[in-house]
């Protein structure tokens, strides 16, 4: 570590608050909590009634409300507009609803804006983000901190004590980068806190390339627009230091609503993969672990994407999770945007509930009639009552009614890890990189799919985590790796784990310093590397031969040590016979992005020789199935009709029927057998 530096968390550990925290248990309490945003600040009142009538019809138990509505609340400077939110409540309460109620600072009003212009963001080259969408917050700005908390203040000290309140929502998709002058006051402020001196900050940045060195604090800049590349570990700070200060908002507000309810647990809403937050750390920081999930209709591997944030969601929640979002037919933001075929909102929905979440929620009720999300879909369409997304909408409530017993509050177990670390991916992702063609989360969504087809259930870790209990630990791709990491990798095989990485791992440090060798000499002998000669990346749509199959994206010119347990070697071109793949003893390295057919069966063989099995053996093509308890959940992911072998007798909970030796699922179809 560098002389100065203050000791960052590297993968977040739970801060102290001083309150045994609730958690999703309190708000669920024993049922599946299902519903989604309300906004009926959008609706003449009179819709209200009706919206009720028809919660209760479907099944609703759960609405979130006000997420959107500060300008409703607050009109003007300190004036409050309570009485419509009041009568909402006490609706909710009278109809067996309960409210997860939302602080509504992810949209100020107009008037913070024209009042307290440094309130809103600027980007990169300066510009200003104005009032007229959402999230035109800068987190930096005292002025916005101020009143956001004065509303929190107002809402937790008014509704803390209504029967209806079940859940705290704060803020909404944190999402928002500022470049401005306060935001860059915050920005050296944080950094004199990481670094203790400049000349720790100097060698951290390396700054003696291109004549950077600072002389100031107060020569420190947020990474504004230059005339050519950025300095990499100023945009890796940068991005460090916009999580955190996005932190710091969740967490004042955070403890405003716990002091007043410190019954009543807290979340706020991830967005999958949002390149914008450290999640592991924001994750210890909430009572509940949301997220919000929008896969494409149209892409066959949308049930694959699913998987993986429900996978990574539980592992940051370390047990069942909130689908706090999702859309009941198309979203709006798309170039085509597509609705839902029949069946696939109800697979998709009961899928995240096999994976952990014991809240299956939407955005939003009723479809809007104005504004930018008009063509968003709701749980109620523009079609009405009698539209076929309402009807499927009904459905799902009776059915998670019908199996909330029997999984609530239900935890998964795995024998994989795969590893994901927010700093890496924002070290690797820096412009002046090899190639523009790798994408980490392209390269995260490629291993996890390759163990999903192989039914082989995974969850998600730090690099610093606790390994332990793991049998295989994955890593697709961990580009900066802290020594604090490498040595948990180096101890977990040492103890008996196997381990399978990807290319383009421990090549930087903590401060995006390319380690000597290319790749830490401590990896490299645990691959059974002698030398990383050169890397090769593959243009788009190139392909690499190996042994038995081809590699894409990515290839790399690999020496290996005298006595390596084995290897797959590259076929043709300049790598001819050098190693794509090797093992090392209970250590793989895999030099390539395999095809997904090749991917699939060196992870699976890799499994099974660390002792782990798929869920079931022998399903068919495109169908899931995963254990949650005692439950096995089953999913036809395809058109056509799928027939699965089991072992014994079974009672499918979704039907009541008894399943003995086979059971046969249609286009999205599902079962939930108990033995």
């Not at 919206?51 to 509505?69: I, P, Q």
């Not at 999930?293 to 892409?299: A, F, G, S």
Request: net charge negative; charged share 25%.
């Amino acid at each position: 570590m560098t002389a100065g530096r203050k000791p960052v968390t590297a993968g977040g550990k739970p801060v102290t608050t001083g309150r045994k925290p609730p958690g999703l248990c309190d708000a669920t309490r024993g049922r599946i909590l299902f519903g989604g945003d309300y906004n009926p600040e959008q609706w003449p009142e009179e819709t209200w009634q009706e919206d009720v009538r028809l919660m209760s019809a479907a099944g609703v138990n759960s609405v979130t409300m006000g997420v959107f509505s500060w300008a409703r609340l607050e009109p003007r400077p300190g004036e409050r507009d309570f009485g419509w939110l009041d009568r909402l409540m006490d609706l909710m309460h009278d109809h067996g609803i309960g409210v997860v109620l939302a602080t509504p600072t992810a949209s100020p009003p107009p008037w913070l804006g024209r009042l307290h212009p440094e309130t809103l963001p600027r980007d990169a080259d300066g510009r200003t983000e104005w009032w007229g969408g959402r999230q035109h917050f800068s987190h930096s700005s005292a002025a916005y901190r101020r009143y956001a908390a004065a509303i929190t203040e107002d809402l937790a000290a008014r509704y803390g004590g209504h029967p209806a309140l079940t859940m705290w929502h704060i803020n909404n998709e944190y999402c928002t980068f500022d470049h401005g002058d306060e935001a860059a006051v915050a920005f050296r402020r944080w950094l004199r806190e990481r670094y203790g001196t400049l000349d720790a900050l100097n060698t951290a940045w390396g700054t003696a390339f291109w004549s950077q060195g600072y002389d100031t604090w107060e020569g420190i800049l947020p990474p504004r627009h230059a005339h050519y590349l950025k300095n990499p570990t100023q945009v890796l700070d940068f991005r460090r230091f916009t999580s955190d200060m996005l932190l710091e908002c969740y967490r004042a507000e955070r403890d405003i609503v716990a002091r007043h309810t410190p019954h009543i647990p807290v979340t706020t809403n991830f967005m999958p993969l949002w390149t914008g937050q450290d999640a592991w750390r924001w994750a210890d920081e909430e009572d509940v672990v949301s997220v919000d999930l929008y896969p494409d209709p149209r892409d066959p591997l949308g049930a694959q994407h699913g998987a993986l944030v429900h996978d990574l969601t539980r592992s940051q929640a370390r047990g069942p999770w909130m689908l706090m979002e999702q859309a009941a037919g198309p979203v709006n933001w798309r170039g085509v945007n597509h609705p839902k075929p029949r069946g696939l909102n109800r697979q998709w929905s009961l899928q995240a509930v096999a994976r952990g979440a014991d809240a299956v929620c939407y955005f939003q009720w009723r479809q809007s009639r104005q504004g930018a999300e008009k063509f968003h879909s709701g749980m109620v369409s523009h079609a009405g009552a009698e539209g076929r997304t309402f009807q499927e909408v009904k459905q799902l409530g009776t059915e998670l009614a019908g199996i909330s017993g029997e999984v609530t509050g239900r935890h998964m177990h795995a024998d994989i890890a795969i590893l994901h670390d927010w700093h890496s991916w924002w070290a690797g992702a820096h412009e002046g990189r090899l190639s523009t063609e790798v994408d980490l989360p392209d390269v995260l969504h490629a291993w996890h799919r390759a163990l999903w087809e192989a039914n082989l259930t995974t969850d998600f870790a730090h690099p610093e985590h606790d390994l332990s209990s793991y049998r295989l630990v994955v890593v697709p791709q961990l580009y900066l790796l802290t020594d604090t990491a490498i040595g948990n990798l180096l101890g977990y095989v040492r103890g008996g784990g196997t381990l399978v990485s990807g290319f383009l791992t421990g090549i930087a440090d903590e401060d995006d310093r390319i380690r000597p060798g290319g790749m830490d000499a401590r990896l490299r002998e645990l691959f059974g590397i002698r030398t990383l000669h050169e890397w090769w990346p593959l243009d788009a749509g190139e392909t690499v031969a190996c042994e038995g199959f081809r590699g894409t994206l990515w290839s790399e010119e690999i020496e290996a040590l005298p006595g390596v347990s084995e290897t797959v070697p590259y076929r043709g071109g300049e790598l001819d016979g050098l190693p794509a793949v090797l093992r090392n003893g209970r250590a793989w390295y895999v030099s390539t992005l395999p095809e997904p057919a090749a991917l699939r069966g060196l992870l699976g063989r890799i499994a099974a020789d660390a002792g782990v099995r798929p869920v079931l053996d022998g399903l068919p093509a495109g169908v899931e199935a995963v254990r949650r308890g005692e439950l096995l959940f089953l999913f036809n992911h395809g058109r056509e009709e799928a027939k699965i072998s089991l072992m014994g007798t079974h009672r499918d909970l979704l039907t009541g029927t008894t399943v003995t030796g086979e059971t046969v699922l249609g286009r999205y179809g599902v079962a939930v057998l108990k033995p």
